[in-house]
Structures are given as C-alpha cells and as structure tokens.
T-cell receptor, first 117, second 114 residues
C-alpha cells in the first residue's frame, strides 16, 4: 500500500513569507508526527497528533509554527514569516495507533526540504 | 537530562567488511531503543527496535543490535557490508510509557568503498 507522502518535496521561499507543508499519512493511521531535520540540530520532534487533536506541541520552536489535522488524515504544518533558520527538511511520520505508544511503528515520509532565502 | 549520543559522525568501511555503529543514551525512564536508516532522498526506515527481553535483536537487511544496560549502549552491527548500506544511520530513544515521541541521535554517515 501507499506510504506516507509529503508535498511539496522542495520549497524555496523568501524570508518573511508564509509556507504550508502537507502530510498524507498511511490510511487508517491515527497518530501523526512532525519532525524537523536540520544541520546542527539533527532530528527534532515538533508536534504529535492523535486523530485531529494535538496533545503534544512542545517541539514547535516558536509561535510562527502551527499545525492542524483534518478528518483524522491530512496534516498541514504552517510556518509564518519564515526566517533563514527555518531552513530544514520537515519529516512527517504516522503510526497505526498511539495507544501502543512506541510499540506502534512510525512510518516516515520522504520529507519536504524548505529553503528560506 | 535525556540524551542520545552517536560518537561517530562519519564512518568509511570497505565492502564486505564488518560495521559497528555506536549509540549511547542517557534516559531516566525505561528506554525503548531504535535504529533507523536514511538513504539519500528517502524517509527514515526502521531497522530494528528493542523493548525488553533478549538483549540481542535482529533487524532487517542483516543488521543486529545489542542492548547493554550497564554501558547505556545500543550498538548496531552488520557482519558484511554491501554497497547499498551506504546511508545515514540514526539511533533513537523513547520512554516506554510515552505516546510515541522519539529523541534522535545526530546520526552517523556510512560510506562504503569498493
């Protein structure tokens, strides 16, 4: 079956512009995660969704970052007023259920490479 | 503070030689441990995981890892490396009672030479 997909695969934007990154999880996966992979910071957790709710937003670096999930499926990560330090690869992952915690494997998408000029 | 350390940023290994990637963790809670691989342009793929029980775990692609509680380590090994194993490898840790949040090491880039 289809894996986790993300779009766009690459995004180049100018400093100060807003961007939206999309994640389509595996069908039926109720848990969804966003991570950021950047030079110098490695892989960092951003936010976790269970269904349409986000019980843990602790990794969002500032209030310029927000995310939503609709219909228990697609998620959008929005970065407002982008800064150069936002340049990174944004990874999305989904798992069948969060009830199993880490015993439920997270499947990762290919990521969106964001470049802020 | 919780941390995951991969001491080796870059490793070069000859095809057919053995490979060992190191991972050390500092975690207050009972840790669940994982190794992921990331090939160029690909997402992360789970190689293996350790929750409890037998401390030597087998994974996909011929990889294995050994959990050593006394050393707070979870090193990844492969007896004979193939050119297709060139990739970046990430060790990750999570709390056993968590909903699924993972903390990753900085990664080790593996280069395979002919």
């Amino acid at each position: 079956g289809a894996g986790v997909s993300q779009s766009p695969s690459n995004k180049v934007t100018e400093k100060g512009k807003d961007v939206e990154l999309r994640c389509d999880p595996i069908s039926g996966h109720t848990a969804l995660y966003w991570y950021r992979q950047s030079l110098g910071q490695g892989l960092e957790f951003l936010i976790y969704f269970q269904g349409n709710s986000a019980p843990d937003k602790s990794g969002l670096p500032s209030d310029r970052f927000s995310a939503e999930r609709t219909g228990g499926s697609v998620s959008t990560l929005t970065i407002q007023r982008t800064q150069q330090e936002d340049s990174a690869v944004y990874l999305c992952a989904s798992s069948l259920t969060s009830g199993g915690g880490l015993r439920s494997e997270q499947f990762f998408g290919p990521g969106t490479r964001l470049t802020v000029l | 503070a919780q941390s995951v350390t991969q001491p080796d940023i870059h490793i070069t290994v000859s095809e057919g030689a053995s490979l060992e990637l190191r991972c050390n963790y500092s975690y207050g809670a009972t840790p669940y441990l994982f190794w992921y691989v990331q090939s160029p342009g690909q997402g992360l793929q789970l190689l293996l995981k350790y929750f409890s029980g037998d401390t030597l775990v087998q994974g996909i692609k011929g990889f294995e890892a050994e959990f050593k509680r006394s050393q707070s380590s979870f090193n990844l090994r492969k007896p004979s490396v193939h050119w297709s194993d060139a990739a970046e490898y990430f060790c990750a840790v999570g709390a056993a009672d968590s909903w699924g949040k993972l903390q990753f090491g900085a990664g080790t880039q593996v280069v395979v030479t002919p």
